[in-house]
T-cell receptor, first 111, second 114 residues
């Protein structure tokens, strides 16, 4: 089947720096993409999404970039804070609302 | 805010027991999902439902069944629990749209089967 993957399983970032989390996807028919954040002991929490007809979307301190040519998705976190330490998942969705998740990237924010 | 609740945060069961995991959402969402999450494997879809009394198999339905008698409630059933079903179970819901929509997750149930 189709797969969604992440380039880096663990990302260590210094507090105040910007973080970039990357994701490769293989289903060119996916309609939308979502980034989730999961803190220890909690369920995944929605961060931001982007539709396939867009290439960039910004939220509060976060930006998602979509490059359909190379099937690449990234999440940028500005001015990373200790509270940003978590596992981040990308997911791609079809028109029926099903999501396919990547394995996740652990982000560790160091002081 | 969307709220998805799961009946238990932690469960310990014995091999062969029948296990019920309950999920309730309060946003009138049509779609509901059950996933399991294991280290290094991400989230894998077990079953999902687009409407009351409807169910569809996900990627790993073996050993599980589901029930959706009411729109707000989606139950996952392990007919005869086995040790390889020890995992974190996550429920999610989303509204139905032409292009799909964001899934909102509950806090998860960590199930241990001894």
């Amino acid at each position: 089947g189709e797969s969604v993957g992440l380039h880096l399983p663990t990302l260590s970032v210094q507090e105040g720096d910007n973080s970039i989390i990357n994701c490769a996807y293989s289903n060119s028919a996916s309609d939308y993409f979502i980034w989730y954040k999961q803190e220890s002991g909690k369920g995944p929490q929605f961060i931001i999404d982007i539709r396939s007809n867009m290439d960039k979307r910004q939220g509060q301190r976060v930006t998602v970039l979509l490059n359909k040519t190379v099937k690449h998705l990234s999440l940028q976190i500005a001015a990373t804070q200790p509270g940003d330490s978590a596992v981040y998942f990308c997911a791609e969705g079809d028109s029926w609302g099903k999501l396919q998740f990547g394995a996740g990237t652990q982000v560790v924010v160091t002081p | 805010d969307v709220k998805v609740t799961q009946s238990s945060r932690y469960l310990v069961k014995r091999t062969g027991e029948k296990v019920f995991l309950e999920c309730v959402q309060d946003m009138d969402h049509e779609n509901m999902f059950w996933y399991r999450q294991d280290p290094g494997l991400g989230l894998r879809l077990i079953y999902f439902s687009y409407d009351v009394k409807m169910k569809e198999k996900g990627d790993i339905p073996e050993g599980y069944s589901v029930s959706r008698e009411k729109k707000e409630r989606f139950s996952l059933i392990l007919e005869s629990a086995s040790t390889n079903q020890t995992s974190m179970y996550l429920c999610a819901s989303s509204k139905q749209g032409a292009n799909g929509d964001t899934q909102y997750f509950g806090p998860g149930t960590r199930l241990t089967v001894l």
